[in-house]
């Protein structure tokens, strides 16, 4: 053990290299907030935690909303996020800047918690560092699901960026068995965090504890001690569950048929189809395994003395794969027999953790038994052809455009600027602001965005940052699809009558008719019982569209249009 320690101690080196850490951590948050009072573009999945905190928050102004007006419909969701956001939200003022404020802070920890989780299983420090920065490159997946940094501090951001600190203790204790109830109740306690993501690797880690029992244990010790670990794990996650299974909807239903269907629309292709997901992600990361398996064949060929490392790191690939692939297959198999909504629809999303260990594969061909590299010219070029393929991963920049924020801020400081509002983003605050003032409390707005595609999840903001209830979103079917199947059915026939209204919007639109398209979209939010229709769309203040008497608001882009005779 006194060995093994001295590979961990900090010197300038490691304090340089978390500081560098800190810089980038802060530009990615310093270009995606750019100075806003008042955070209005956050990306969909940030914009609906937002919204259920300001629910929360505030249920009196949202009675007339479809999700939010009913706390059955979102009271499932549950993660550590929702009671950190309601807390910052009071120091800043509204809830989009509060969890922008995680942005930082959260790749901060991802970055250094990969450093670490890399010294202990590479010791080198370089190799380390390489490790660090390879993990934060984003990576577009299937189902809807990414890899690395992105825009916005997610639940599964906050996971992945505890997650290396996990790994790195278990790692660095897996000799020491006293230590791994306390490693498996870390682990279970990762379920507040992101409860998808947990089951996976809850598994894997309880199932690479196997490889490192005390051979002087006989077998019956060994098997009670495995149970009593897993007992542990359960123990520590069952509150969650608990909750969770009070307020999702799953099993039988009426309209089983429908019902399916329409999760089968809303949902990522694939996710209710396990060897279509499975088969995608491999092709994603088709170069990634390809490095690995390349990384694995040398380190078991020439490093005897790393077979344990590397049957851990199978072992925990394998434990992945079993609970996102193979339990939700089978799971889907059988609630498909029995005519019942599967009970998981996003538990294959897990697959993405192997990235990183797969990752490790690349790099330990190249870490000497003694924990120095073996031939620094060679290490050297590998560090730049890796950290040029992660600075020129197009899809994950333009796709994933966390690292664009990095650059954004610099872009700023060389203007002259420490912070800077795009224009994009003044556009809709400014125009939210003018809405805010212009629909009294509880007032029912249809937000639109025609030039968008329509299943895009536009100006949620309405929600989080004016407190104003929505008559529709498409983003509200997957929280039905979790919670309320009778609703999800009357959100599908608003998407239905939606996409009518949408292509026909598009014909005038294409046609310059856009008073013609306004008239199809205020029928729509009549129909809906809206008492306002906020719309994006970019068109020349002089046109006959904006200079109509129910037009309040024309400006940047945007038109708020009051809603007269609405249907009751």
Known sequence: MRRLRTHFQVNLVDILVICSFAVFALLCHLGRWNGVNGFVFLS???????????????????????????????????????????????????????????????????????????????????????????????????????????????????????????????????????????LTVAAGALMYVHPVSTPGWGFAIWLGMWLFMPNSWSYAKRFSYM?????????????????????????????????????????????????EAFMDFIWEIRYVIFLAIVGAVITFRFRQSDRRKTNLLLIWIMGLLLISVFVPLVEQRISLSLGRIPFEKDLIRGMRYTIPLLMLFWLLPLVRTEGRTRNPILVCTV????????????????????????LQALENWFGGYFVREPEEHMALRTTLENLSRLAPIGSRILPLAPLEPPYTFSMLAVRYFCLRPIVYSFKDGGTFAYSNHDQLIEWYEKVSTFFDVYVLAQRKISEKDYDSMLNLFVELAKKWNAQFLLIRLDIDLSSPATLRKDVLYADHGYLIVKITDRRT
């Open 227 to 275: 149970m009593l670990l897993g007992a542990l794990f359960l123990a520590s996650i069952s509150p969650f569950l608990v909750h969770y299974l009070s307020f999702h909807a799953h099993g039988q239903t009426s309209n089983y048929e429908l019902v399916y269907d329409i999760m089968k629309m809303r949902f990522s292709r694939g996710s209710f189809d396990i060897p």
């Open 383 to 406: 560090g730049l052809i890796l950290t040029f393929s992660w600075a020129h991963n197009k899809r994950g920049w333009d796709e994933l455009p966390s690292p664009n924020t990095a």
């Open 44 to 182: 969909s999945d940030a914009a609906n935690i937002a919204s259920f905190v300001a629910a929360r928050d505030n249920p009196q102004f949202f009675g007339s909303d479809p999700t939010l007006g009913d706390p059955e419909n979102f009271r499932f969701y549950w993660t550590v996020q929702i009671p950190i956001v309601r807390f910052l939200a009071r120091m800043t003022g509204d809830y989009g800047n509060a969890i922008v404020t995680l942005l930082g802070p959260v790749i901060f920890l991802q970055a250094v918690g990969f450093y670490i989780f890399g010294r202990v299983v590479l010791t080198a420090r370089y190799l380390a560092i390489l490790f660090a920065i390879i993990t934060l490159m984003p990576m577009k997946l299937n189902l809807g699901t990414y890899w690395g940094i992105f825009l916005d501090p997610l639940p599964r951001s906050f996971f992945q960026s505890l997650l290396p600190f996990l790994l790195a203790a278990v790692y660095y204790w897996r000799t020491t068995p006293k230590v791994w109830p306390w």
